[in-house]
Structure formats: structure tokens, C-alpha cells
């Protein structure tokens, strides 16, 4: 195995510019997911790694070798692909065999490393059927194994679940998982789907229009968002955006007017910030609760509801903040029952609230705990 590193990468087609300089460093046994909306370059990053495109600019090290210009197999990679790719008219054992025929290994090296891998993946029964008599997930955990055998320095993962329904989706992250620790290897996964960039990853790239926009675990994205876009793409349902005004700023927090809201003091700090300036106040769904169920002492919200979905474990409500037409969705735990049109009294404590510049998206820094909250002057 081996780490990864990009430095100032960039790709063109024409005048068409698709990465605008990614730098990036993946250690040794690193699980890294490269995130965002279609369209942002996390495929083309992909693939420019892979050596399946050249590069614009910048350099690929795979381990200590620079890898810029090297052909695909000479880069000790192995990519799984959304489509599967694999051959119809072999079986499955041939299948994972047959990348490794034209290599220094012997028959019973190959088939020593193609029973290791249907063993991990659970296909052993499976090993004399074509690609046809599979299930997609069957499929799937082949195109995984023909990774595995080769061995690779770096495994590359390019989507691999899209094309599962919901449920084999589910189980088939936990597969790879668990196969990331039993290799201890590296691997780059890309995918549109940040609820398998939370679950699976060690650190998650946020890409958006082709620059990373943050790097961090999964847990440092959701907690400390280092702009809006990142705090609106990390989260489901993502966070509620409402904009307002800046009243005032000091060191010990800041002070908002936002319609529907009222003037709230936030632990925030907004450095270069004035008076004046258009904020987007941000809140997860999960981050308002019933006032009627709320210990903590917060500011309060009332809530006109459109409509409520339940699943049993869990309720969504849909609907506006008084006097703010802004969309709003809230998550509450559990089962509530919430009739249409009614109106919600609502209550969030002021450190979970989130705060950033309305033009350039930077985020307002959480003052520290201990930090004495001072009504800005």
C-alpha cells in the first residue's frame, strides 16, 4: 500500500477549465471520499489519478514515485467502477483471474489470490456462474475482488454503489468498510452521496465547480462547516439558511436581526465584519426542538407548518418561520403527531446556530466554551 499526494492539479478540456489546482495528501491505509454535486471534477480527479486522463498542470505521487505521466499500468492502482465492467462471456473465477495472466505470477499464485478474495467477499459459491446469473450486488462484490487480487498500491472507487436499490446500498458500504480494515489499504472513493461520504470515510474532500471548498473528518465537516456550501452539502436534510442583517460584533459574540427571529446574540465571532453587512443565519433541522420538550433555555421561534411526514423512528415538519418565507424543514425524534397548517412553538439554543458572511460564504468562528458571552456593544 501506499499514501497519495497532489499538488496543484488542474484540468482542462480546451478553454474549459474543470480543476482549478487541488492539492491534496493521503496517508498510508487512508480511506478518503472525494464528495460533491455532479459536475464539480471529483470523477475527472478520479481518473487523473487513475491515469485514465493527463493532467493539465500540477503532479500525482503514488507513495515516493511521481506518477504524472505514468500509463495507467504502470500505477499500481486498481479502480472499480459504477458499471461493474465485467466480462459476460467468463465466469466469475475468470473473471477475477484474468488480469493476473498476463503477469510473473504462477497458476497457483493466481488462484491462491482468487480464492482469498471471493472468501473475504463471501462468493466462493459463486465462482463458476457468468455476470448474468448475479444479482447487481453479486456483481458488484466481483468487480471489488478484481480489485483485490491485483494487489494494488491504491484502490480507486468510482461510485460503485449508485447502481444498487437502498437497502443493498446499505449493506454493501459496510462491506467495503469492513474489507478497508481487513487490507488496511488505501482508497480513494467517489461518490455524490454524502451519507456514504459520512459513514465510510476517514476524511472527506468537499469539491464544488472543481476547487476543494474543505478537507476533514466527517465529524469536522458536520461540526465546524468552513463555509455555506459545505454546511448545506454535509447533513441530511441539510441545514436551513435564513438571511439577515448584522447589528453589531465584539468579542464576545455578535448580534444578528433576522426576520421571523427577532435580534439574536450569538457565541460567534466574525472578524472584518461591518455593521450592516447582509449574514446568512444557518440551522441543522435536528438543532430546533418543541418548546414544550426543551430543558436548555434558547431563543424562541413560532412555526407554521405545511406539512409533517413520520416514519415511525422519526418526524419531519415543512413549513416557514413566522414572518420569514424562507422554507424550513425540522427533525424531531420520534414519532409527533403535527397536524396540517397548525402552528409550532419552536426553541434553539444560541451555540448550536451557525453564522456566515451572505457574499463571500466564509463562515463566522464559535467562540471557545469557556469564552464569557457578552452582549456585543
Known sequence: MAGLTLNDVRKSFGHHAILHGVDLDVSEGEFVVLVGPSGCGKSTL????????????????IGDKDVTHAAPGEREIAMVF??????????????????????????????????EAARMLAIEPLLDRRPKQLSGGQRQRVAIGRAIVRNPKLFLFDEPLSNLDAALRVQTRGEISRLHKRLGATMIYVTHDQIEAMTMADRIVVLNAGRVEQIGTPLELFETPANRFVAGFIGSPQMNFFEGELLSCGPGGIALQVPGFGA????????????????????????????????????????????????????????????????????????????DRSILELVVEPHRVYAFDTHSGAAFTRLKADTPIATPA
Not at 413560532?302 to 418561520?321: K, L
Open 46 to 61: 478520479l481518473r487523473l489519478i487513475a491515469g485514465l486522463e493527463s493532467v493539465t498542470s500540477g503532479s500525482v505521487a
Open 82 to 115: 459504477q458499471s461493474y465492467a465485467l466480462y459476460p462471456h467468463m465466469t466469475v473465477a475468470r473473471n477475477l483471474s484474468f488480469g493476473l495472466e498476463n503477469t510473473k505470477l504462477t497458476r497457483t499464485e493466481i488462484d491462491a489470490r482468487v480464492l
Open 264 to 339: 439574536l446574540d450569538l457565541p460567534l465571532e466574525a472578524a472584518d465584519a461591518e455593521v450592516g453587512q447582509a449574514v446568512t443565519l444557518g440551522i441543522r433541522p435536528n438543532h430546533f426542538g418543541l418548546a414544550r420538550d426543551r430543558v436548555h433555555d434558547g431563543f424562541r421561534v413560532r412555526f407554521q407548518v405545511d406539512y409533517a411526514e413520520s416514519i415511525g423512528t422519526e418526524t419531519y415538519v415543512y413549513g416557514t418561520v413566522e414572518s420569514c418565507e424562507t422554507a424550513a424543514v425540522i427533525h424531531l425524534p420520534d414519532h409527533v403527531a403535527i397536524a
